[in-house]
């Protein structure tokens, strides 16, 4: 099961992430980015999108 | 304290959204402008470049702060060695948008719009009331966390400015999603002092460097540093991300940089959106992708599109209408005044895309030629046979 993890050292608050999900299963508050797991189809287009790679799907036990 | 209407909400303060709700609050309309981040305009999302200094200050007094450098020509590295030359006096701006931004919204706090930050819309509502009392309801939540507060309030006209993000403009149906093919990603690393011609935009484009997208080096001159950045289309065949591409060139071009800090965000360029207005409803600037899809500029852009929709949304309120119909008007005006401009840059870009080198090299060959002769019609004497080539290519290509 992949999940979506964010690397918030990388991450530039840029926003661009969310623009490009189709799923609208990101948001920034403020400057913090919000992942919705349940909306995610794990489509990788976030990964592409970001500009610095913040964004990985990885594999895990438990993707909730 | 929010109050319970207002004639014009406007969402995201920066440079099209402060523009529009100054603009009709200037005309005696009351305006909310909300926006999520806690500071206007930081972290700066841009290369902050833009229009001319007069183009700029019919939009307001612009503080001496927010001006870095004035641009008196571009150059452009091309593929094979042929480079291009455009010397403009005073052609734009290097702004300094940390402080550009926050300006604008106190202008427009200063004309009597109710600026709220660290304040999120998270839903528009549909169309509710009857005739001259049909009012949308913004959902609104204010601060972050354990303190924060959802309120609702209604509005006459809604005017989101929300950038790329675009999530109320999606959920309301407007396609504004940023795909693969149509946006760059881009980032924009901020190096200590002055790497190109103080006073140019400097590029480097195509098959050499980035081919669908480009290199950049702005100087700030006040600040004595440089935007050195790069954007490419997310889709395309990049191994890296856009941030080792740029960290690479800058080594390359520029070793031993010192690199102060890093900036990035996406770019749409697809040229403006076929439709962006619904009932009492209107996207402006990256929402709507105002942008030049060309040059990826959409600061004036965003500042015109802001204008022209508060003028439309004036008119609509003296007039008890503002359907999808009569805001039709805002983007015709869009369309004369940039959009069609844009088109047409989109098709360029999409052609200069397709060619290989060795066209490609042609075309920067003719595209010198003009610039070299400053743009006379004469230029096209010295290489007819050349020129009419790429022209009647430029007319056949469908993109
Ligand atoms: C790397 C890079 C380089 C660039 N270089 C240049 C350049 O050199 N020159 C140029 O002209 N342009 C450049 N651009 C483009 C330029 O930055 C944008 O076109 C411009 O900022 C668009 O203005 P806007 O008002 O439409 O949106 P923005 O400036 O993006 O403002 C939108 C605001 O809305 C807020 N917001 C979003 N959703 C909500 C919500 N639900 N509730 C409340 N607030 C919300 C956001 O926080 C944001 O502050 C560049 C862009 C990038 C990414
Ligand atoms: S993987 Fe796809 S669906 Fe999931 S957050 Fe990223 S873009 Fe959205
Ligand atoms: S696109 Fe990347 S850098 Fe930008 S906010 Fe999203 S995770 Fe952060």
Known sequence: MKKLVHDRGKCLECAGCVGVCPAMALDMYNLDLQIDNAKCTRCGLCTKGCPVGALTLQEVADAT | MLREQYDVVVIGAGPGGSVAARELAQKGWTVLLLEKRERIGYPVRCGEASTNLSDLESYGPIDEDCIETIINGIYIYGPNGVNIEVPKPGTGIMLNREKFDPMLAHLAENDGVELVTLARVDSVG????????????????????????????????????????????????????????????????????????????????????????YIWSFPKQKSNVTNFGAGFLFGGKHQKNILETTQEWLDKLFPGSKVNKVVGGLVPVSSTLQSYTLDRFALVGDAAHHTNPLTGGGIAAAMRAGRYCA????????????????????????????????????????FLLHLNREEQVGLYKVLQGFALSGYKKTAFLKTPIQTAKYLAKFAKFKG
């Open chain 2, 126 to 213: 549909g169309i509710e009331g009857k005739g001259s009392g049909e009012f949308r309801t913004v959902r609104i939540v204010e601060g972050n966390g354990p303190t924060e507060k959802v309120s609702e309030v209604r509005a006459k006209m809604v005017i989101s400015a929300e950038g790329v993000e675009a999530r109320i403009g999606r959920s309301l149906g407007i396609p504004c999603l940023q795909k693969p093919t149509m946006t760059c990603t881009g980032v924009d690393i901020q190096v200590e002092g002055l790497l190109t011609k103080p006073d140019y935009l400097t590029f480097w484009q195509g098959h050499d460097f980035i081919n669908d997208g």
């Open chain 2, 311 to 350: 003028n439309t949304v004036h008119q609509g309120l003296e007039r008890g209408e503002l359907s999808a119909a009569f805001l039709k008007t805002y983007e015709k005006e869009c369309y004369k005044r940039f959009g069609k401009t844009h088109d047409f840059e989109f098709k360029f870009r999409k």
